[in-house]
């Protein structure tokens, strides 16, 4: 494990920390782009759910306020609702994960979500608006990858902050995917339901931390 590994770890949290809470419009500026991102992950995770229970996509919108929705036909609501939360975990941990440990393939994971990014503003196309967000990230994504040496702080770093961000952003109104989840699903309440799927997310993160510095835990 690379020794210097912690400290930058330790040093993007503080950063995260100091930009959301303490940071004001300037912090809300800086990590714009970490919403957007947040935003995207979440969304194609409801349409991976959809499509992943023989459901389709009918469009994918991305606001300029960092929110969102996704339009899908068929396939499992339960699956669907999950995905976006969930999902989005998944993936922002497989990102952390990426950019830790595969420095030749930070490169690679960038340039995928680029094309994951550019290819759903065009196939699941909502409005110009949405699909140029798309494009204007993918664009900034492919620069980083291709141009800089930046590629496994950037990734490591979105990747870290969209983890951190989920955990903490829980929305529960009456329209959330968990309100959605409990008329669906039952069983529990939502508020039942947003401490279950907050422990998943959290205990990926932590597996994922476990598994990066095993060693130095044991």
Same mark, same amino acid.
């Given at each position: 494990?690379?020794?210097n @590994? *912690?400290p930058?770890?330790?040093? +993007?949290? =503080?950063?995260?920390?100091?930009?959301?809470?303490?940071?004001g $419009?300037? &912090?809300?500026?800086?990590l714009?782009p970490?919403?957007?991102?947040?935003?995207?992950l979440?969304?194609?995770g409801?349409?991976?759910?959809a499509?992943?229970?023989?459901?389709?996509?009918?469009?994918?919108?991305i606001?300029?306020?960092?929110?969102?929705?996704?339009?899908?036909?068929?396939?499992?609501?339960?699956?669907?609702?999950?995905?976006?939360?969930?999902?989005s975990?998944?993936?922002?941990?497989?990102?952390?994960?990426?950019?830790?440990?595969?420095?030749?393939?930070?490169?690679n994971a @960038? *340039?995928?979500?680029?094309?994951? +990014?550019? =290819?759903?503003?065009i196939?699941?196309?909502?409005?110009?608006? $949405?699909? &140029?967000?798309?494009f204007?990230?993918?664009?900034?994504?492919?620069?980083?990858?291709?141009?800089?040496?930046w590629?496994?702080?950037?990734?490591?770093?979105?990747?870290?902050?969209?983890?951190?961000?989920?955990?903490q952003?829980?929305?529960?109104?009456?329209?959330s995917?968990?309100?959605?989840?409990?008329?669906v699903?039952?069983?529990?309440?939502?508020?039942?339901?947003?401490?279950?799927?907050?422990a998943?997310?959290?205990?990926?993160?932590?597996?994922n931390?476990?598994?990066l510095?095993?060693k130095?835990?044991?």
């Open positions: 494990m690379n020794k @590994l *912690l930058r770890l330790l040093a +993007m949290v =503080l950063v995260y920390v100091i930009l959301k809470f303490f940071g $419009s300037f &912090g809300s500026l800086v714009y970490v919403t957007l991102l947040v935003t995207f979440h969304e194609f409801h349409a991976l759910g499509i992943l229970t023989g459901g389709s996509v009918e469009g994918l919108q606001n300029p306020d960092g929110s969102g929705y996704t339009i899908t036909r068929g396939g499992s609501q339960a699956v669907v609702l999950m995905g976006g939360y969930l999902g975990a998944l993936l922002g941990n497989l990102l952390f994960r990426i950019g830790v440990k595969h420095r030749t393939q930070a490169q @960038l *340039l995928t979500l680029a094309f994951l +990014m550019a =290819l759903a503003g196939l699941w196309f909502e409005s110009f608006i $949405s699909t &140029g967000l798309l204007g990230f993918a664009a900034t994504l492919f620069f980083v990858a291709r141009r800089t040496n590629d496994q702080d950037a990734l490591m770093f979105l990747g870290l902050a969209t983890v951190l961000y989920i955990i952003d829980f929305r529960v109104g009456p329209k995917d968990l309100a959605m989840y409990e008329q699903v039952g069983i529990f309440p939502y508020q039942v339901w947003m401490y279950l799927w907050l998943l997310a959290g205990g990926l993160f932590f597996w931390l476990k598994a510095f095993g130095s835990w044991g």
